[in-house]
């Protein structure tokens, strides 16, 4: 079993706020302190030319703007002197661990950030500055890329970026965006004219545990068997963790373990981390290895009540009868 090579650099913890925010350098510390028998590899740094792939100008002069003065986006998402650069780096980060079938261990994170900045009327960027998984896929123009979002917060800046995308299926699970930041990613929310269908959002409960995603692995799959992508990428959120601290489903190792394990029959894939702030980071990132690494273990999975299963089947239903339009689930 090969380890999967992890992007990292210390330009990553650099990216800090003045005062307390859940969004900080331990976080990443706190991954390496569990994975020290893996290879690190540096990120490449890219240009502001690069970044143009992804984000609007005015967005782009805005952050680089807002960092040197160490001023805040939003009300969410801060910048210091060296956001711009570690920015940079995140995204060379993403790149290098498409190139690798790597997992960038980056800050800071992406997933909120749409062409322009807030996307899909998001209050605020959440603390997101530009958008690291999207990057390899404009960068070389890659086709037939799945994108499977499994951060508690809906992926709202990426499924924009690639609204009208067909070669790019973005398949997001969250929590209930009536119950959670950043309040969209419902699943009448299915693309752009042209990628009708690509884009698909599936939702947990407030306190659903391992027993919901066990019911939507199945659907995934079948859409990543329909699909036949050429490359499988992760916007790699922890903080569905029970307990993590800013979301409430109860996702617990298996989830982690059984969304790498998805990977396995690809060639290339890459993640990127996203969210995950204390507990998920500890324990669901290692499980996630495993999983794309194809380490057999076996976890204990969790279960959700019975009220909880019942508002699941309701989104459910939804679900599949918008996505059997367009797959064979």
Same mark, same amino acid.
């Given at each position: ?177 009536? *119950?959670?930041?950043?309040?969209? !990613?419902?699943?009448?929310? =299915?693309? $752009?004219? #042209?990628? /009708?269908?690509?884009?698909? &959002? ?75 702030? *204390?507990?998920?980071?500890?324990? !669901?990132?290692?499980?996630? =290895?495993? $999983?794309? #690494?194809? /380490?057999?273990?076996?976890? &204990? ?29």
């Amino acid at each position: 079993m090969a380890l999967i090579p992890l992007i990292y650099s210390d330009v990553y913890l650099l990216h800090q706020s003045k005062y307390h925010h859940v969004e900080n350098p331990e976080r990443v510390r706190s991954i390496l302190n569990e994975l020290k028998d893996h290879q690190f590899i540096s990120p490449y740094k890219v240009s502001e030319e690069d970044v143009k792939m992804i984000h609007d100008i005015d967005y782009i002069n805005l952050v680089k703007k807002t960092s040197e003065k160490e001023g805040w986006l939003d009300a969410d998402t801060y910048t210091n002197k060296n956001t711009w650069e570690s920015a940079l780096y995140a995204l060379g980060g993403a790149l290098k661990a498409f190139e690798v079938n790597g997992f960038a261990l980056v800050r800071p994170p992406g997933h909120h950030s749409g062409k322009s900045g807030r996307a899909f009327g998001a209050p605020t960027l959440g603390f997101c500055i530009f958008n690291n998984v999207a990057f390899p896929i404009r960068k070389y123009n890659l086709k037939r890329v799945v994108i499977i979002d499994f951060d508690v917060h809906y992926g709202n800046g990426t499924q924009e970026i690639f609204w009208d995308d067909p070669e790019v299926v973005h398949i997001d699970i969250h929590q209930d965006p009536k *119950t959670l930041y950043p309040g969209t !990613g419902f699943p009448d929310m =299915i693309g $752009g004219k #042209e990628a /009708e269908g690509t884009k698909i &959002n599936l939702l947990i409960p407030p306190l659903g545990g391992d027993d919901l995603y066990e019911e939507l692995l199945p659907i995934i799959q079948s859409i990543i068997d329909d699909f036949k992508p050429k490359i499988i990428a992760y916007s790699a959120g922890f903080d569905a963790y029970e307990g993590d601290g800013l979301a409430s489903i109860r996702a617990t190792e298996w989830t982690y373990y059984n969304m790498g394990i998805l990977s396995n029959r690809f060639e290339r894939k890459y993640a990127v981390l996203e969210g995950g702030y *204390t507990v998920g980071l500890k324990n !669901g990132v290692k499980a996630f =290895i495993q $999983g794309l #690494e194809g /380490e057999k273990k076996e976890y &204990n999975k969790n279960t959700s009540s019975e009220s909880v299963k019942s508002r699941f089947r309701d989104y459910l239903s939804e679900e599949k009868r918008i996505l059997r339009e367009y797959w064979k689930i």
